[in-house]
């Protein structure tokens, strides 16, 4: 079974900073997706990136970048010139492709404050 | 385009009570998803459906919660007999194929009591 962990609770940064989060998981699996979901206080989650296991380079959405290390089974997301809307709940996730129902494994989740 | 519709947004009820969630995807996706998202914790998939089959239901408590999909489309999510321990938001989803690209509805919070 494969396991997301995020090892960071809560975490705050300025705004117009670069802040980073960081997301583990484990997986004997080779091909694979990763994701990094965003869960304003509205509740909904909304996808902010995804990268394939098999693409070397790393993913990215305007301010949003990921840094991928496939051996190290890491997977950060990088949030540039922070703003206040950017403040919620993250959250990596994990999808093997090769299981029937390809569902989403999602991890504790991060909160970010982006401070004016 | 319109995105997940669920309903309620907010439904308190006593332990024992039975509940329903409803679920209205966004129109042409053929797979639906049931996450529970208990207070402090990542969603975790309760049940998959593909047109109005289920895919995977394996981390469902078949003893009290029941999902269908009638026709393929809409969702209900019901427990019965509910309890403490089911507190959480239950949020739906939808894509067209898979969770490449899932769309999420705002989710209903429950509270037992």
């Known amino acids: 079974a494969q396991t997301v962990t995020q090892s960071q609770p809560e975490m705050s940064v300025q705004e117009a900073e670069t802040v980073t989060l960081s997301c583990t998981y484990d997986?004997?699996?080779?091909?694979?997706?990763l994701f990094w979901y965003k869960q304003p206080p509205s509740r909904q989650m909304i996808l902010v990136i995804r990268?394939?296991?098999?693409?070397?380079q790393n993913a990215t959405e305007n301010r949003f970048s990921v840094n991928f290390q496939k051996a190290a089974k890491s997977f950060s997301l990088k949030i540039s010139d922070s703003q206040l809307g950017d403040t919620a709940m993250y959250f990596c996730?994990?999808?093997?492709?090769?299981?029937?129902?390809?569902?989403?494994?999602f991890g504790g989740g991060t909160r970010l404050m982006v401070k004016p | 385009e319109a995105g997940v519709a669920q309903s309620p947004r907010y439904k308190i009820i006593e332990k024992r009570q039975s509940v329903a969630f409803w679920c209205n995807p966004i129109?042409?996706?053929?797979?639906l998803y049931w996450y529970q998202q208990i207070l402090g914790q990542g969603p975790k998939l309760l049940i998959q459906?593909?047109?109005?089959?289920?895919?995977?239901d394996s981390q469902l408590p078949k003893d009290r919660f029941s999902a269908e999909r009638l026709k393929g489309v809409d969702s209900t999510l019901k427990i019965q007999p509910a309890k403490l321990e089911d507190s959480a938001v239950y949020l739906c989803?939808?894509?067209?194929?898979?969770?490449?690209?899932?769309?999420f509805g705002q989710g209903t919070r429950l509270t037992v009591v």
């Open positions: 129109s042409g996706h053929a797979t």
């Open positions: 459906f593909q047109n109005n089959g289920v895919v995977d």
């Open positions: 996730a994990f999808m093997n492709p090769n299981n029937a129902g390809n569902m989403l494994t």
């Open positions: 989803a939808s894509s067209l194929a898979g969770p490449l690209r899932a769309f």
């Open positions: 997986t004997s699996e080779s091909n694979y997706y």
């Open positions: 990268q394939e296991a098999y693409k070397q």
